[in-house]
């Protein structure tokens, strides 16, 4: 029996890059493995303990006890991830959840953890439990942390402090699993860990094969100016910025000379908007977006305040084969595809003069794939002989 936790809601929803990850990860070894794959996660409104299979995986989401106890007494009403309650309470919570699962961890065959803000792999150790932990932080936050720390004082607190509780979490693991070969050398570099293997992040999206792109691209209705994508993601800092970045620097380019599409929860953005070439199209289901990427020249990532997480916006647009505009962030640890031009910008005054540049430049593709390298889903997968090394793990269990 192999055992998971995580601190996520509900990462079968797949609503973020972290969530495909985990979920994508959990799923192919329940295809290999002989055995249940029991994951228990935290969830911020439940009350009770739920089960729930998906895709063989069997998710049991327990209630935060502290953190609901402490929003009734306060009221409180946000319930949103990563809301200040929650990171007051996360720790205690999370040892309140490993104390739960103790009886059910001895037993494991092998322990998974998922979350870089995670300390469960810590306390399952003084808990008394030796069995072999595999521990995935998704991305080296550390990185995000760094690059604000140069700019404020709090952040270089909270660096520090990271830091520290990294370094408890990697030293009770037995292997750290890491997205990119950068992720691993600056794991091994920063925080020596016993062992460290490299599954990277799974592809958000695939075509079925090359015709299926190809009668998607013939619903584009002019190849005479390039077509953009900014696939936005959720409410947040770093995509609200690139939101309005985006529309400050395409609002100022004549209509007849581009087109971009904004995905993503950001409608109230409408009002900023000022060019008739600019839709803000919202959240949209997986077969659009594979259309629209299809339809698109270039994808957009000015993401310039965040190295962290599973670049789901690059690796969506490297599955459809666009070339590139994004900050050095954007593309941390991505192996980009032969064919696929990347177009580096460190800031929005870098940005506008290589959109600009683009357009100017503008050649006529009218071949349906243009020449690109399309991501099919028979090639779609994570390497297998990572989570066949990952596998092996359960064998050398310590007791």
């Known amino acids: 029996m192999i055992l998971a936790y995580t601190y996520?809601?509900?990462?079968?929803?797949?609503?973020?890059?972290?969530?495909?990850?985990?979920?994508?990860?959990?799923?192919?070894?329940?295809?290999?493995?002989?055995?249940?794959?029991?994951?228990?996660?935290?969830?911020?409104?439940?009350?009770?303990?739920?089960?729930?299979?998906?895709?063989?995986?069997?998710?049991v989401s327990l209630p935060r006890r502290l953190y609901s106890l402490l929003s009734r007494i306060i009221q409180w009403s946000r319930h949103y991830d990563l809301n200040p309650l929650m990171k007051l309470t996360h720790y205690v919570d999370e040892f309140i959840t490993a104390v739960k699962m103790r009886r059910d961890?001895?037993?494991?065959?092998?322990?998974?953890?998922?979350?870089?803000?995670?300390?469960?792999?810590?306390?399952t150790r003084l808990l008394g439990v030796k069995k072999t932990i595999i521990y995935d932080p998704l991305a080296n936050y550390s990185q995000t942390l760094y690059l604000r720390s140069r700019r404020?004082?709090?952040?270089?607190?909270?660096?520090?402090?990271?830091?520290?509780?990294?370094?408890?979490?990697?030293?009770?693991?037995?292997?750290?699993?890491?997205?990119?070969?950068?992720?691993?050398?600056?794991?091994v570099h920063m925080f020596k860990p016993k062992k460290a293997i490299i599954i990277p992040n799974p592809m958000p999206i695939c075509y079925e094969d090359i015709k299926e792109y190809v009668n998607l691209r013939a619903r584009r209705r002019d190849f005479d100016r390039p077509y953009f994508i900014l696939l936005a993601g959720g409410r947040g800092r770093n995509n609200e910025e690139a939101v309005r970045i985006s529309i400050e620097i395409f609002n100022d380019i004549p209509p007849e000379k581009f087109k971009l599409f904004i995905t993503g929860p950001w409608q109230d953005m409408k009002k900023y908007v000022k060019n008739l070439s600019i839709e803000l199209l919202g959240v949209v289901p997986k077969e659009k977006l594979k259309e629209l990427l299809a339809i698109s020249d270039y994808g957009l990532s000015p993401v310039f305040s965040h190295c962290a997480g599973t670049f789901l916006k690059v690796l969506s647009y490297i599955s459809a084969g666009l070339d590139i505009i994004a900050s050095p962030c954007s593309i941390t640890g991505i192996d980009i595809p032969k064919g696929i031009n990347v177009n580096l910008v460190r800031n929005k005054q870098e940005l506008a003069r290589a959109v600009k540049e683009i357009i100017g430049k503008h050649v006529i593709r009218r071949q349906m794939t243009g020449g690109r390298h399309i991501t099919s889903c028979r090639d779609h997968s994570l390497k297998m002989e990572n989570l066949l090394d990952l596998l092996t793990y359960t064998k050398s269990s310590k007791g």
């Open 152 to 187: 404020n004082m709090l952040e270089l607190l909270r660096y520090g402090l990271y830091l520290s509780l990294h370094k408890l979490e990697v030293g009770s693991a037995d292997v750290i699993v890491c997205p990119s070969r950068i992720d691993l050398e600056n794991e």
């Open 105 to 123: 961890l001895k037993k494991a065959d092998m322990i998974l953890v998922f979350g870089s803000m995670s300390l469960f792999s810590f306390y």
């Open 8 to 59: 996520y809601n509900s990462p079968w929803k797949r609503w973020s890059g972290d969530d495909e990850r985990i979920h994508t990860i959990l799923s192919s070894l329940a295809k290999l493995h002989k055995n249940s794959i029991i994951v228990f996660n935290l969830n911020l409104t439940a009350k009770t303990t739920t089960i729930s299979v998906h895709d063989d995986v069997i998710y």
